[in-house]
């Protein structure tokens, strides 16, 4: 569901059986038997979101886990020396010393919803990706913007989410949204079946520059963002 390529020397690849290191013709796996939602790789550390919890390993060898959350997570984001972490119900923040944990739920009710993707902007705003109300930033941990279809977001369910810049590369079930932050009221530009996507359901998305790749269920379409009409 998600690979990371580290020094060009070797990759992480996340699946629905664990999380494997391939390195040449060599694989090793971890978390072997887990579903691996997602992953981050930060100051030498992997952490892992699955269906049983969320833990954080030491690389290269990730063999010792060191557990964050106890229970199914869909995706997961360390910053500002605090863990974010993506659930079924909402989005949940663990502090670095892993003892004490904020439900930001209770304070802000939309991010009650399942979370389907997190990242960060060139600024350190947080973008959180949701499965019923859309894209929502949160600066110092406090919402800040929401977009929906209401401001021209392509759909309010998110599936995956790629920064490049001042742009996010929005995935949905409907096709794609473009939304540039350089400025406010942020520019939306939407992708569709009509603009050559070979399928609207976008499974995973990676941008550079005006050039953009989108994973969908037939395979990977690929095309220039400024060419399209």
Same mark, same amino acid.
């Given at each position: 569901?998600?690979?990371?390529?580290?020094?060009?020397s070797?990759?992480?690849?996340?699946?629905?059986?664990?999380?494997?290191?391939?390195?040449?013709?060599?694989?090793?796996?971890?978390?072997?038997?887990?579903?691996?939602?997602?992953?981050v790789?930060?100051?030498?550390?992997?952490?892992?979101a699955?269906?049983?919890?969320?833990?954080?390993?030491?690389?290269?060898?990730?063999?010792?886990?060191?557990t964050?959350?106890?229970?199914r997570?869909?995706?997961?984001?360390?910053?500002?020396?605090?863990?974010?972490?993506?659930?079924?119900?909402?989005?949940?923040?663990?502090?670095?010393?892993k003892?004490?944990?904020?439900?930001?739920?209770?304070?802000?009710?939309?991010?009650?919803?399942?979370?389907?993707?997190?990242? &960060?902007?060139?600024?350190?705003?947080?973008?959180?990706?949701? *499965?019923?109300?859309?894209? $929502?930033?949160? !600066? =110092? %941990?406090? /919402?800040?913007?929401?977009?929906?279809?209401?401001?021209?977001?392509?759909?309010?369910?998110?599936?995956?989410?790629?920064?490049?810049?001042?742009?996010?590369w929005?995935?949905?079930?409907?096709?794609?949204?473009?939304?540039?932050?350089?400025?406010?009221?942020?520019?939306? &530009?939407?992708?569709?079946?009509?603009?050559?996507?070979d399928? *609207?359901?976008?499974?995973? $998305?990676?941008? !550079? =520059? %005006?050039? /953009?790749?989108?994973?969908?269920?037939?395979?990977?379409?690929?095309?220039?963002a400024?060419?399209?009409?």
């Open positions: 569901s998600k690979l990371h390529i580290i020094d060009s070797y990759i992480f690849l996340a699946s629905s059986i664990g999380l494997f290191k391939m390195l040449g013709n060599k694989t090793s796996a971890y978390f072997y038997d887990f579903s691996v939602k997602d992953f790789i930060q100051d030498q550390y992997v952490i892992v699955t269906d049983r919890g969320v833990f954080e390993s030491l690389l290269p060898n990730p063999d010792h886990k060191f964050l959350w106890n229970s997570a869909t995706c997961v984001y360390k910053t500002n020396d605090q863990y974010y972490i993506g659930t079924l119900n909402g989005l949940y923040i663990v502090k670095k010393d003892h004490s944990t904020i439900d930001l739920g209770n304070t802000f009710p939309i991010l009650k919803d399942k979370i389907t993707a997190i990242n &960060t902007a060139i600024n350190g705003d947080l973008w959180v990706g949701t *499965e019923n109300n859309g894209l $929502i930033c949160l !600066r =110092n %941990d406090k /919402v800040i913007n929401q977009l929906t279809t209401q401001n021209g977001l392509i759909s309010n369910l998110c599936r995956c989410l790629y920064i490049a810049g001042n742009n996010i929005f995935g949905s079930n409907k096709g794609i949204s473009k939304v540039d932050i350089s400025h406010q009221p942020f520019n939306i &530009t939407n992708f569709t079946a009509a603009d050559g996507l399928c *609207e359901i976008i499974n995973c $998305i990676y941008a !550079r =520059n %005006d050039s /953009v790749f989108a994973g969908t269920p037939f395979g990977v379409t690929f095309f220039n400024e060419k399209v009409q």
